[in-house]
């Protein structure tokens, strides 16, 4: 039987002190069957696209583009459903020109850095700009109203978007865990020379992993403007910060190779958590970003704590000591 580590451990024990903190400061608002289904609610979009960029994090990559391209699949869904007359037909469309725009986005991504060989922090810096160019762009910097039909906005409400969450991240678990494809990117992600010796295409495993990632995107761009019954340049902004803090709350190293997709859902209910909690507690919302900017610094210094083999032998050293005082006492 595997002996489960501090890493495994600390997962469910932040989740209950979570619950704990906020039962007890908030014990008729919080445990409730509205506030928790609104919980799921809110970390749904996170849910969806984190299931898709951990491709990108296993590989050691990153993708700052995806809050503006989130607003950008959304745009061009509204736009599509508009033009169609806010018809059904037009709700299908809209989804599919979504989908093909956050596909395209991924595949540039992937073209430029494999060929190139730029850096995945500068493209998705650069594009990142980019696609919120393009939403004022198309918007004319203004919002763009969807309340029908009913196809459309029936996406965005209760249990829609978290039947979505788990369904992308079912898929995203068997990819991974259970296909070959899912084993090349944990290789390519842990040594990419070693993997490209062993004859794994790391141009192709990089790509995928980007189209992945921008598709998902795409998923959470239609959900969010489905919620907010609209098409807006800057829905979705600072949206990378709450998937980013996802994945390494949840235990994904961003220097690649490790991570799973349970984590990373684990770590977005942690972020809705945490968000839910301010706002119960009335913390200023100018505040917000300063307590997540803390947990990032947090997250990340126990994954670099947890890959440090000097802290790791440390701790060893201190429970074999532990250890042999039991044992004499």
């Not at 119960?280 to 100018?286: R, W």
């Not at 300063?290 to 790791?312: E, H, M, N, S």
Request: charged share 10%; hydrophobic share 50%; net charge positive.
């Amino acid at each position: 039987m595997k002996k489960l580590s501090v890493k495994d451990l600390s997962k469910p024990i932040i989740l209950a002190a979570f619950f704990l903190i906020l039962t007890i400061l908030r014990p008729s608002s919080f445990l409730t069957i509205g506030n928790l289904g609104n919980v799921l609610w809110s970390v749904s979009i996170y849910g969806v696209m984190v299931s898709g960029t951990i491709f990108v994090f296993l590989l050691g990559g990153i993708d700052l583009s995806i809050g503006t391209l989130c607003g950008l699949t959304g745009v061009t869904c509204v736009m599509t459903v508009r033009a169609f007359g806010y018809s059904p037909a037009g709700v299908v469309a809209g989804i599919l020109v979504a989908l093909t725009v956050g596909l395209l986005a991924g595949l540039i991504h992937g073209l430029i850095i494999t060929t190139f060989h730029v850096p995945a922090f500068l493209v998705t810096f650069a594009t990142q700009t980019i696609y919120l160019g393009l939403s004022m762009i198309l918007t004319n910097n203004k919002i763009l109203d969807c309340t029908n039909p009913k196809l459309f906005t029936s996406i965005g409400k209760n249990p829609i978007p978290i039947i979505l969450m788990v369904v992308a991240a079912l898929i995203s678990w068997y990819v991974l865990r259970k296909t070959e494809t899912g084993r090349y990117v944990y290789a390519v992600g842990g040594n990419d020379q070693a993997a490209a010796i062993s004859g794994i295409s790391v141009r192709k495993i990089t790509i995928m992993a980007y189209m992945i990632s921008g598709f998902t995107t795409a998923i959470g761009g239609i959900i969010l403007s489905s919620m907010t019954q609209q098409g807006m340049a800057s829905n979705g902004s600072g949206y990378e910060q709450y998937v980013i803090m996802a994945g390494v709350i949840g235990g994904i190293s961003l220097l690649g190779g490790e991570g799973t997709v349970p984590g990373a859902i684990f770590g977005a209910m942690i972020i809705g958590l945490l968000q839910n909690g301010l706002n119960l507690m009335s913390v200023p919302s100018t505040q917000h970003g300063l307590v997540r900017g803390l947990v990032i610094i947090a997250a990340v210094g126990f994954d670099a704590l947890q890959r440090d083999t000097k802290f790791q032998s440390w701790l060893a050293k201190r429970r074999q000591a532990k250890a042999a005082g039991k044992s004499t006492a």
